[in-house]
């Protein structure tokens, strides 16, 4: 019987979002530099974090593995 560490899955599960939030990240802060773009970049970084914080807040109350893999899917 394979027995899955829930901590552990959720601390992968983390690492696996904050890839994916540098990789939304990236072209944005480019853009944030160019003053003629650098106001709607923020506006776009802000929707970035308020969607990871939302799946930082569903990974943290995953009650199973199965959920976490569904969060995974999701993002």
Do not use: G
């Amino acid at each position: 019987m394979i027995v899955i560490n829930l901590d552990k899955a959720k601390n992968i599960t983390h690492e696996a979002r904050r890839a994916k939030r540098a990789e939304e990240f990236a072209p944005l802060d480019v853009k944030a530099t160019i003053p003629s773009e650098a106001t709607a970049a923020e506006e776009a970084r802000q929707a970035v974090r308020d969607k990871y914080a939302a799946i930082q807040t569903s990974i943290d109350a995953a009650p199973s593995v199965d959920e976490l893999k569904f969060v995974l899917e999701a993002m």
